[in-house]
């Protein structure tokens, strides 16, 4: 099941896409490409809705509610960094900091931050992203048993 990872960008979204330095541009809409493609891996996850949230670009999965929400974005305050955001109190980057220690750069319990030079990590990018978007089906399920979940779908 393919959910078009070039799929045409709300006005609203496109114009804060708009608003970003050409470069980060370039690097956030490789991300959004990213959450499509992974979010497309997963039947139950079904199709994301992509809006502003705090002023940044969004996905979420209002159908099945399957998945917390993640977000993109570049900060004029720290101009060569971009990050993907992720709710902090549904625990999400405590277990990419598990699995993942040394992979990221993290901000916080919120973001897997990014410089613009960076050769971003694909593979396991896309695990965490695939964790956030089946976040509320498996919250219950231990570490390892969603993390196995996402790997053989992912990789």
Known sequence: MTRQPDKAIPVE???????????????LLFLRQ???ETAACFEDVGELEETLKWGE???????????????I??????????????????NLVPAFKE???????YGGNRSI???LDEKIPVTELKCCI??????????????????????????
């Open 34 to 36: 990213l959450i499509y």
């Open 13 to 27: 979204v496109a114009e804060v896409f708009a608003s970003y330095p050409q470069p980060m541009q370039t690097k």
């Open 73 to 90: 974005a570049w900060k004029a305050a720290a101009p060569e960094q971009y990050s993907i955001f992720f709710k902090c109190t549904a």
């Open 130 to 155: 695939a964790l956030a978007l089946t976040y509320h089906r498996n919250k219950n399920r231990s570490s390892a048993a969603r993390w196995e979940q996402v790997q053989k779908i992912i990789e």
């Open 57 to 71: 670009p969004s996905y979420i999965t209002p159908r099945s509610k399957s998945g917390s929400t993640i977000r």
């Open 113 to 115: 931050d990014f410089s």
């Open 99 to 105: 699995k993942y220690a040394t992979t990221f750069r």
